[in-house]
């Protein structure tokens, strides 16, 4: 769930801005410059991943992947999920302009915790990829969802019903979240190993030199 | 100091009260989809299309207006929007939005698509907000006779319709300050502003390819769908998501390759040529000005108004 225009208070919205442009910053230049395209390519694919929906009962949600972009990006995914969600809130109005800080914030603290989390236990087996690679993806919803109740509780006291409700409904999505990511970390181990290496934008660097 | 003021209600006078906004908002918005959808064909999933950001082309204000001064004067306007507190202003904020559509001749179905994407948030916050907000003093509570772990707080709701206002008021606006100047055009505007040249040529790249990619996931769906894939809630489901999601995946990184090479074939050194000259005149600084004088009036009538 992304936070709309005029819900936050003015302060932690421009907080969030700064906040989520240091992380940018650091995030891009842990990134190559000349690579930098590659990434753009890379968020318009999670972007396109995130308008999937999935059906849960009589309902649907729609995937979020800050676990996976995490797990496949390392700390060029905070730069991706920036990007992303700078251009939903451009072209579908998710997230609003003035809290697309906070946004990414939400989505991009827990794609870099997920990113190491990641990359530190996810052994050699691929059972092992896959479990790990779920528990990332679980974790990274189960985080977005945290921070989104700690932004909304800014708002003061009348704001913890929603937060706490808006905690509530990411429930569903954590697990469904976490199997789909357990699936396609699967998958990729199977189909292409090669992107769930360490920052693979590194070892394509040693390939070109 | 005054005390919590309590009005008991009937059940049925409570429950209607609060079925009927939700009501006008479930219908308004499927009809919204309705709108939206009927030109589309028909397919399980929500909506693929995305929106082009392009020059509708025309000739209106918003057009004229020099881009690093509609960015600029449209955003530092978005974040005063942001920061008013009260209903009255918030609703102001939302006719000066509609009369900058009608300005800029922006397209009433793209505007719809985006309240559209926005009620979801809004619906629940109106809902949530005035059951959740603790009564404080001089505050009115709708309360049902005889129960007392529900009530309706009238300043939760009030503080909850201010922000559907504002919400609302600077979605509206996205639309004169994004599609009435190409989009390489708006991200040179935003490098000239001071955000890093980087920033602009990705979005422009991202954007590029997210059409790509989804005619891509667009030929996989149909592909499963040919096979007899229907979406249910079962594990199968989520495999066959996730294998989607992961070919997806290898695809694009794929093509990212091959793409990357041909530019950097083409002498790709980190920067695109600069697109378009930019000119300010006297006219576009003076549209910026009278806009913010506007915001500082809301912001006034916010703050004094109270």
Redesign the interface.
């Known amino acids: 769930?992304?936070?709309?225009?005029?819900?936050l208070p003015?302060s932690v919205?421009?907080g969030g801005y700064a906040a989520s442009a240091a992380l940018a910053a650091w995030s891009?230049r842990r990134t190559r410059?000349?690579?930098?395209?590659?990434?753009?390519?890379?968020?318009?694919?999670f972007?396109?991943?995130s308008?999937?929906?999935?059906?849960?009962?009589p309902t649907?949600v729609h995937?979020l992947?800050p676990g996976?972009a995490g797990a496949?990006l390392g700390p060029s995914a905070f730069?991706a999920i920036g990007?992303?969600l700078?251009?939903q809130s451009?072209?579908?109005?998710?997230g609003?302009?003035?809290a697309l800080g906070a946004n990414t914030l939400m989505m991009g603290v827990p794609a870099l915790l997920c990113g190491v989390f990641f990359q530190r236990f996810k052994g050699r087996s691929r059972r092992r990829q896959s479990i790990i690679g779920g528990l990332a993806g679980a974790l990274g919803t189960a985080l977005a969802a945290l921070v989104l109740a700690l932004l909304l509780a800014t708002g003061g006291?009348?704001?913890?019903?929603?937060a706490?409700?808006?905690l509530a409904a990411h429930v569903p999505v954590v697990v469904?979240e976490g199997?789909?990511?357990?699936?396609?970390i699967?998958?990729?181990a199977r189909?292409?190993p090669a992107?769930l290496e360490p920052a693979?934008v590194e070892t394509?660097k040693a390939v070109h030199a | 100091m005054p005390e919590v003021t309590e009005v008991v209600l009937a059940a049925w006078q409570f429950t209607a009260l609060l079925l009927a906004p939700l009501a006008i908002l479930a219908a308004a918005a499927a009809g919204l989809r309705r709108l939206v959808r009927r030109r589309g064909v028909q397919t399980e999933d929500p909506d693929w299309s995305v929106p082009p950001l392009a020059d509708a082309g025309g000739a209106t204000l918003f057009h004229r207006w020099d881009i690093r001064c509609k960015l600029l004067t449209l955003i530092v306007y978005s974040f005063i929007v942001a920061s008013l507190s009260r209903v009255a202003p918030a609703l102001a904020a939302v006719a000066v939005s509609l009369l900058a559509l009608v300005l800029a001749r922006a397209s009433w179905e793209r505007v719809l698509m985006r309240l559209l994407a926005i009620s979801g948030f809004m619906a629940m916050l109106l809902v949530i907000m005035p059951l959740t907000a603790p009564a404080r003093p001089g505050d009115t509570v709708l309360v049902i006779g005889g129960v007392d772990w529900i009530g309706f707080n009238l300043r939760g709701l009030a503080k909850a319709l201010a922000i559907v206002a504002k919400a609302v008021a600077i979605a509206l606006l996205m639309e004169p300050l994004l599609t009435t100047a190409p989009l390489p055009v708006t991200l040179h505007g935003l490098t000239k502003l001071g955000a890093p040249d980087m920033v602009g040529q990705m979005v422009l790249l991202s954007h590029r390819y997210l059409h790509v990619f989804r005619h891509e996931a667009e030929r996989m769906a149909a592909g499963m769908r040919v096979r007899g894939f229907r979406k249910r809630t079962d594990l199968e489901t989520l495999r066959a998501v996730a294998n989607f999601l992961g070919m997806l995946f290898v695809r694009s990184f794929e093509r990212t390759e091959r793409v990357f090479d041909a530019m950097r074939a083409r002498g790709y050194r980190g920067r695109f040529p600069a697109s378009a000259e930019l000119r300010m005149q006297k006219a576009d600084l003076a549209l910026a000005f009278a806009w913010l004088a506007i915001g500082a009036v809301l912001v006034a009538y916010d703050r004094l108004g109270g």
């Open positions: 769930m992304h936070i709309s225009d005029g819900v003015i919205t421009v891009a410059s000349e690579e930098l395209p590659k990434v753009a390519v890379v968020t318009a694919a972007f396109v991943a308008l999937i929906h999935v059906p849960f009962g649907s995937l992947i996976l496949l730069l990007l992303g700078l251009l451009m072209l579908f109005q998710f609003g302009l003035t006291e009348d704001f913890f019903g929603v706490k409700i808006a469904i199997l789909v990511s357990a699936f396609t699967g998958f990729l189909v292409k992107l693979f394509r």
